[in-house]
């Protein structure tokens, strides 16, 4: 075996060995969510045992593709002139024919199967329910929410029996969450830290009933993901940077009851959006850039509406 031959072999067995590290499995989750990779030292462990893990099919591929390159140059390292074509030629037909293949595989359109009976909520503790699912399990009690097992975006909350105006703890947001239906619900947003507002997607529009996103640094290019809870009743934005801009998207909620500016940005040009939530019932402006006039302007939209400045 000469320098160059040595050269190859040992490249091929180190692209192989660090390929290997992370194989073409997903983290568990419902089907179709921006999941992560899991490495070989961290496998992830499937939330419906039946249907296995979630297998990357694209980067399946693409390492299979790397190992026939690499063997097939290995290959031909030791072989004449003559057969280094042949070889070739056999090697491209292989890698065409698996990549038909996988194209076959990613036609595929997982269903989750058709339950034969009925389960009840404690058997339901684990189970993920795709966001798409929802209405095939109506009959439940709960709605099953799935967020990122690794940190928590906040804290689910349920509103008191005994005082309307008090929320109870529920669950920390993260991981497999069980809401129970016919309740109302808040979400409270981790304070002073960075959250990615896009999960917000992972929660269907009729779970939530209030937000808390006070002293959070939520941006007004964040609400555009807020919007989408249609029985929104309040909204909390006090002590945060939101400006005018972020009404623009709470103008479209019209089930809104309730909401706090307090301390933020917004002035007397935004308080024509908030003109339109014929619903609104309490406003609080406390240390705003309001004016007396913007103030009068409003009250004279929202005659039901409590405003506090």
Not at 87 to 98: D, E, G, K, R
Not at 191 to 202: P, T
């Amino acid at each position: 075996m000469g320098s160059k031959q040595r050269f190859i072999f040992l490249s091929t067995v180190l692209v192989i060995a660090a390929m290997g590290v992370c194989p073409p499995w997903k983290e568990a989750g419902p089907k179709g969510l921006p999941l992560t990779m899991a490495p070989i030292y961290a496998p992830p462990i499937p939330k419906n045992p039946e249907n296995g893990l979630e297998i990357d099919f694209a980067r399946l591929f693409l390492q299979a593709s790397i190992v026939m390159i690499l063997s097939g140059g290995i290959q031909m390292a030791f072989q004449d002139k003559k057969e280094r074509k042949d070889s070739a030629s056999s090697l491209v037909n292989q890698f065409n024919q698996f990549k038909q293949a996988a194209d076959a595989l990613n036609q595929v359109t997982v269903v989750p199967p058709v339950a034969k009976e009925a389960k009840s909520p404690a058997d339901m503790k684990d189970v993920i329910i795709h966001p798409a699912a929802f209405k095939d399990v109506a009959a439940t009690d709960f709605d099953i929410l799935e967020l990122p097992a690794h940190l928590a975006i906040g804290e689910f909350l349920v509103e008191s029996e005994s005082d309307p105006d008090s929320w109870e703890w529920l669950a920390d947001a993260k991981g497999t969450i069980k809401v129970p239906k016919g309740k109302s619900i808040q979400l409270e947003v981790a304070k002073e830290q960075d959250v990615d507002f896009a999960l917000l997607k992972r929660i269907p529009p009729q779970v939530l009933d209030s937000m808390d996103l006070s002293q959070t640094k939520v941006r007004d290019e964040d609400l555009a993901n807020v919007k989408r809870f249609t029985r929104l009743k309040e909204i909390d934005l006090s002590d945060t940077n939101v400006t005018n801009k972020a009404l623009e998207h709470l103008s479209s909620m019209k089930s809104l009851r309730k909401i706090w500016l307090d301390n933020t940005h917004v002035d007397d040009e935004a308080l024509a959006s908030l003109a339109e939530l014929s619903k609104l019932q309490k406003l609080s402006l406390k240390d705003c850039n309001v004016t007396d006039a913007g103030i009068d302007k409003l009250k004279a939209s929202l005659n039901n509406c409590k405003i506090e400045v």
